[in-house]
């Protein structure tokens, strides 16, 4: 839900034989059962313990990469620690999406996931969209903080483009990317 209007995103997984109107018709199937059924917005996710990597070895991943970037092996990197959540009991798919709809309303929410597990997020960046024949893929490198008037993100939108680091990261980015769609 953005700026009053309600957004569905549905994700499915084709291959060049998948007739593509076939699932479309029978995603908005199901997109039209899940709305009548009153209980899809009130499931509750289940009970969740959180696992994290340690800091030391956050650290030592950083110190890794750093050597690795020194020695010219990489160009660019991020580094995040992981966050892992194991469901004590059924986990509900659909309360975690509605949730992170709810607390993120300007972001990207997905979800992927094999029946066993769930990769679930939501991010700021549109991560592809479709256009008839063509693929568009937002990738960005580097980041400011918001200024506190709209002239300061514009001096902070400057600095951005006129640093040499973060063009180098922005081309490693685009050229990644670039690879791995060819």
Not at 12 to 26: F, K, Q
Not at 140 to 145: E, I, K, N, W
Request: aromatic fraction near 4%.
């Amino acid at each position: 839900r953005s700026e009053g209007e309600d957004w569905f995103t549905v994700n499915i997984l084709v291959s060049p034989e998948t007739d593509v109107d076939a699932e479309a018709r029978d995603a908005l199937a199901l997109v039209d059962a899940a709305a009548g059924d009153a209980s899809v917005e009130s499931r509750q996710p289940a009970r969740v313990r959180r696992e994290q990597d340690s800091r030391d070895e956050w650290v030592r991943w950083t110190r890794r990469a750093l050597r690795a970037i020194e020695a010219g092996r990489l160009t660019k990197v991020v580094l995040a620690r992981r966050n892992m959540l194991r469901a004590e009991g059924r986990f509900s798919p659909d309360a975690a999406i509605v949730r992170l709809i709810e607390g993120y309303p300007d972001c990207s929410v997905f979800l992927l996931g094999n029946g066993t597990s769930s990769f679930v997020g939501a991010t700021p960046e549109d991560l592809v969209h479709l256009e008839k024949s063509g693929v568009g893929i937002s990738c960005l490198a580097g980041t400011g903080p918001r200024g506190g008037t709209p002239e300061e993100d514009d001096n902070i939108a400057e600095e951005l483009l006129n640093s040499d680091k973060e063009r180098r990261e922005h081309a490693a980015v685009v050229h990644a990317v670039a690879q791995a769609l060819q």
